[in-house]
């Protein structure tokens, strides 16, 4: 991971992320600092993860212009989320500064943040019912969907779980990706 974050450094421009696959010089540049990294990590492998979740952010219905929102997701794949979002031309908002249920309730409803992905983490964090918390307090219709590594409880709400985020990839086609890449 260490290296990850060495490369790619902090997450906080998602289109400018993802322009950087598209210029054959960044790209250059990206694969000589993965290589003295210690080849860890592979430029083509981290490129089909993120347009694996690019085709899920599609076909969950995320478009242009769109937030999405993020707490607690390990490094590799907040990268291939930053990624992703930055191929659709969607806005990543980090949620990790909320301390309790309220803050992330307002920073959700303040960022019009259509889907929140949070880490298995979070369960502990918040306590086995925050997803219920999270949509009872929802009165602007935000978030229309929550992505939970780990398990999902009976919630009030439309949860999904990671790996059922990552399945959503076969309904986006190639055509779609490269239509909607804004880089």
Known sequence: M?????????????QE??????????????EQKLASAGNAFSLDAIESDMNALTRSLLSLGASHGDNIAIYGIDYSDALNLYLAAGQVG??????????NIVELNEEVARSKSRFVFFAESAHSEFGEGYLDDLFITATNGFPECAIVKGKKNN???????????QKLERFATNWEVGLLRVV
Not at 2 to 14: A, H, I, W
Not at 155 to 163: D, F, P, S
């Open 2 to 14: 260490t290296e990850l974050k060495e490369v790619f450094g902090s997450l906080n421009v998602p």
């Open 17 to 30: 992320l993802a322009s950087s696959f598209f210029n054959s010089e960044k790209r250059k540049s990206i």
């Open 90 to 99: 969607v806005n990543v908002v980090n949620l990790s500064s909320s301390n």
């Open 155 to 165: 919630n009030q709400g439309v949860v999904i779980t990671w790996n059922e985020f």
